[in-house]
């Protein structure tokens, strides 16, 4: 059925119905397979995204306790000394804020600060001006090593021009005599020793427009408040700065490039825009931190002689006289201090200030950072501590500047632009308050898809392994087919006209012979003509019925151990006439002692074998100068016996010696060849030998071509009596 219905199909066209056939199979196949691969991407995008959100949230939650460890700071920890105890029982102590080195658990400290109305910095590292430092137990190499990072600390605040005199190198500048505040500044009440004392209404209007005066440009803070103009870059720190102003301040800092600058893949936000833009404001509102109001004790001159007496020192530039604690006194006052505010600096460092309001003046307390250990510190070490880390990168920005990038992925280099970031887009929020101007984007380079993509992949690989298989061994056995349909139609075509040219042959001579047509010395050539067309045909019916057979395996065997000799006989009755008759020499050479020995065949098959390699070697030889055919035989070394049948004709092709013992194959077109013959007698000679335990095999000699058969030798002692 199958072989009628590829009749009129050729292997060209075999070929494209295969291919379209796996195209149909594939390409179905290969969506299923992306999609579900896809799917699990898509998952174990949104599992690591959660991981990225709960990093995120602890990292942001460490921050906020870190910042509400510094809010918790009254404003007396910025000076070297305060009071411990009641006010009317106290005693003066060293600030938490005066240890050297500075200590806090906030990452890449530098040191603490505080600049007054006037402007002037000071830090909680040295005692007041004219204390002796040896009461304190500061030595002198302590104390070269406190002035010098003091010096450093004013330094960088000159260098960013938040202080006066810091970029000259040396101690603060003199002071510059401000006038008093005006009115609508004059927000703080002035309170001796005792309980606070309650706030006018006229004051608390003042401090409810203080906020949005806080927010005014630079010129009018300097204009119409010159006490605060000593501060007013720090004002100026909060402000958005122009593009060309914050690229420069960018470069300046060491930023990578900007945010918008990332070549980051944004594919499996799709649809999620909204949430992306909530994230990178900051997520849910929080409510805003208000500022808070506390009662602060200081110690001061006890007399306007004894601040007076430290003033002139300073204005001269003398050392100031030393006072006792016996001159000190402990002054109560309200303050209030607004929350932190945070900044990144032309320098590159870190500043965290807060606004202190005191006797209507305003004073700034903060601390210096640096950015590198600070954000290490920070994000670096609760990064490499997920699964995030080996394959997504954390960039940290600020204000749309990426600053530092962390990767947990060995060998690595370091990123110097934002053209080697790259990426799908995971994860992108800011922080809280004060640090709400830095963000943390995740970006992943390698997503897996899990223990569930391995098994997509293998049942990828599987199911392309068979289609490709599968489709290969169809064609396969479809163009098998397809040869076999094409040497069925030749085997029909060669086998009508070997039996029609025979027949017609035996006719022809038999009407002759009948009708006495025929002389007398003509009668045997007739009769012999008659004889050979008729073996010819017994051979063909012979070959076909055998092939029959082989077709549906019902080869059956009757082999038995026969000596070698008594077969060459056999051989010799049945194909010397055949020989003789077309003309040929046969020439049988067998050594006595190979003929001793014994081989397991069927003598039928045997010699069957041998009539269709004599009956070959005739047909393609017919036409070679010398007309002989040697049968011979020898014992190889390994026991085994050897049987060849040669011929002087033009031999075997080399292309075609291992295709003439498939089953109706012809080395010639039926429409061209020479030759006679079905294209079925080497396969049986092939097949005949397999069953007996042989194998056929050609080789070509010089001239013409020798079949060989190998058969299995056998012990001559137990077999033979």
Not at 341 to 350: N, Q, T, Y
Not at 355 to 363: M, S
Not at 497 to 515: Q, V
Request: hydrophobic share 40%.
């Amino acid at each position: 059925m199958f072989g009628t219905s590829l009749t009129g199909l050729d292997r060209k066209r075999l070929r494209l119905w295969m291919a379209v056939f796996f195209l149909a199979l594939a390409i179905p196949t290969g969506i299923l397979v992306y999609q579900a691969y896809s799917r699990l991407k898509w998952e174990a995008f949104h599992q690591h995204r959660v991981l990225a959100e709960e990093l995120a949230a602890r990292i942001d939650a460490r921050i906020v306790l870190l910042i509400d460890a510094e809010e918790a700071r009254p404003f007396a920890d910025y000076a070297f000394l305060n009071v411990a105890g009641d006010p009317q029982a106290s005693f003066l102590q060293r600030s938490p804020l005066s240890a050297y080195p500075p200590a806090s658990s906030v990452p890449g400290l530098v040191g603490y600060f505080q600049v007054d109305a006037d402007g002037e910095f000071t830090t909680p590292l040295l005692p007041p001006a004219g204390t002796a430092m040896s009461s304190y137990g500061i030595s002198a190499g302590e104390l070269e090593q406190r002035l010098a990072l003091q010096r450093e600390i004013e330094q960088i605040l000159g260098r960013n021009r938040l202080v006066r005199g810091g970029a000259a190198g040396g101690a603060t500048a003199g002071k510059t005599t401000t006038d008093a505040m005006p009115a609508n500044e004059a927000r703080r009440d002035v309170h001796s020793p005792g309980p606070v004392a309650p706030r006018a209404a006229a004051d608390k209007d003042a401090m409810q427009r203080r906020a949005a005066d806080d927010r005014a440009a630079p010129a009018t803070v300097q204009a119409a408040e010159p006490a605060m103009a000593g501060q007013a870059a720090f004002d100026r720190l909060t402000q958005a700065a122009a593009p060309a102003e914050q690229e420069e301040k960018a470069q300046v800092a060491g930023a990578l490039g900007r945010v918008e600058d990332l070549q980051l893949d944004y594919r499996y936000q799709s649809g999620a825009t909204e949430e992306i833009g909530r994230q990178v404001t900051g997520g849910a509102p929080v409510a805003a931190k208000r500022a808070r109001k506390e009662r602060s004790v200081l110690p001061e001159p006890a007399d306007e002689s004894g601040a007076a007496l430290v003033s002139a020192a300073r204005e001269a530039g003398r050392p100031v006289p030393s006072l006792p604690e016996s001159a000190m006194r402990i002054r109560t006052f309200e303050s209030e201090i607004d929350p932190f505010e945070f900044s990144l600096l032309d320098s590159g460092h870190f500043v965290l200030f807060r606004k202190v309001w005191r006797d209507g003046q305003r004073y700034i307390q903060g601390a210096l950072i640096e950015r590198q250990p600070f954000v290490r510190g920070l994000f670096e070490a609760m990064f490499l501590d997920t699964t995030l880390s080996n394959m997504s990168d954390l960039l940290v920005a600020y204000r749309g500047d990426v600053l530092s990038v962390f990767s947990g992925r060995a060998g690595r280099e370091y990123p110097s632009s934002t053209d080697s970031l790259r990426g799908t887009l995971l994860y992108r929020t800011r922080l809280s308050a004060p640090l709400g101007d830095m963000e943390l984007i995740l970006s992943i380079n390698r997503l897996p898809a899990g223990a569930g993509g391995r098994v997509i992949g293998w049942l990828a690989a599987i199911l392309a392994l068979v289609l490709c298989g599968g489709f290969y061994l169809m064609y396969r056995l479809g163009a098998g087919q397809i040869d076999l349909t094409r040497q069925q139609q030749d085997f029909v075509s060669a086998v009508s006209h070997e039996l029609k040219t025979p027949l017609t042959s035996i006719r022809m001579y038999g009407e002759i012979l009948r009708e006495g047509w025929a002389p007398d010395e003509k009668k045997k050539l007739y009769y012999d003509y008659i004889f050979d067309e008729s073996e010819r045909l017994s051979r063909l019916i012979a070959n076909v019925l055998q092939l029959a057979r082989m077709t549906r395996n019902n080869l059956q065997v009757e082999a038995k151990p026969l000596p070698v000799a008594e077969l060459m006989d056999g051989i010799r009755s049945r194909v010397s006439s055949l020989i003789e008759r077309a003309g040929f020499e046969l020439n049988m050479n067998c050594e006595p002692e190979t003929g001793r020995a014994v081989i397991q065949a069927d003598p039928d098959w045997f010699i069957q074998i041998f009539i269709n390699l004599v009956d070959n070697a005739i047909k393609f030889s017919a036409g070679a100068d010398r007309k002989v055919i040697d049968i011979g035989c020898r014992r190889l070394r390994d026991g085994n016996v050897q049987f060849s049948v040669r011929d002087y004709g033009p031999g075997v092709p080399g292309d075609q010696m291992k295709k003439i013992f498939k089953l109706f194959y012809r080395s010639e077109s039926e429409l061209t060849r020479e030759t006679v013959g079905t294209g079925i007698g080497l396969a049986l000679v092939h097949q005949l030998a397999r069953a007996m335990g042989g194998r056929v095999d050609v080789v070509n000699r010089e001239p013409g071509a020798e079949f060989r058969m190998e058969m299995k030798g056998l012990d001559t002692a137990s077999h033979i009596p």
